[in-house]
């Protein structure tokens, strides 16, 4: 009698224990671990635990697919495609992360569809973030500005007209593979264009494609990022990544 009486005292305390402790604010509060301090950028620049990718003076941080210095023209603090001198590479690569990156299509207009303002940005050197000058321009819906190449249609046009500066926030988390180089986690991708939702974590499918179906192939967690030569004057400024 008198052991069931302790265990009722027992169970009576420890239901008083645990009501205090829910009716308890301090019981749900973490205090680690504490968030680093990040200055944000006035205007424009970069927050300061950010690696510049390009500032507009050089192109040090760049190279060529062989490991050539990049060709492409600096000028008037932007960097400009060279057509026919090939694609443009970081000399660091990257995983996870969220990169700020600016472009300007050419106000000479030379071609239409997919001839018009062609870039891209590729992340991992793989998967592309289309540029292109979509403004008055119609092209298929899976390779306008915005989409993630024949993959993913953005949810709206959002471009500027040529000439005008137009930025691109893009959220990345690389995809991660099985020691048998199964894809065990897709690439998702969140991309903002002028201040507009234009990919909300989308998964990819796999590399974008020009011919054929997307399709995923092991690579390393960190891989340079890609800048496209499709032909046309494209500019780029103030190319800045944060690592996730
Ligand atoms: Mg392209």
Redesign the pocket.
């Known amino acids: 009698m008198k052991k069931l009486f302790n265990v009722i005292v027992l169970l009576a305390g420890g239901a008083l224990f645990l009501n205090a402790q829910q009716k308890n604010p301090e019981s749900t509060e973490l205090w680690e671990p504490v968030p680093p301090i990040v200055t944000p950028g006035e205007g424009t620049q970069a927050p300061s635990d950010a690696i510049i990718l390009f500032d507009g003076k050089n192109l040090d941080q760049w190279q060529t697919d062989k490991g050539a210095p990049a060709a492409w023209t600096v000028a008037e603090g932007a960097l400009t495609v060279k057509p026919g001198t090939g694609t443009i590479q970081t000399k660091l690569p990257f995983g996870d992360c969220q990169l700020h990156i600016e472009f300007r299509e050419p106000t000479v207009i030379t071609g239409d569809g997919q001839m018009r303002g062609?870039?891209?940005i590729f992340l991992q050197g793989l998967y592309?973030v289309?540029?292109?000058d979509c403004y008055n321009n119609v092209t298929y819906s899976n390779g306008q500005t915005g989409s993630l190449?024949k993959q993913h249609i953005p949810l709206v046009n959002a471009c500027k007209k040529p000439g005008d500066w137009q930025t691109y926030e893009i959220i990345y988390t690389a995809p991660r593979f099985s020691e048998k180089g199964r894809v065990m986690i897709p690439a998702y991708v969140t991309v903002i264009h002028n201040g507009v939702l234009v990919q909300n974590h989308i998964a990819l499918l796999g590399t974008t494609e020009y011919i054929g179906l997307p399709k995923y192939k092991s690579h390393d967690l960190k891989l340079p990022i890609v800048l496209?030569d499709?032909g046309n004057l494209v500019s780029f400024r103030n190319i800045w990544i944060r690592e996730l």
């Open positions: 062609n870039s891209g592309e289309q540029v292109l190449y496209q499709h």
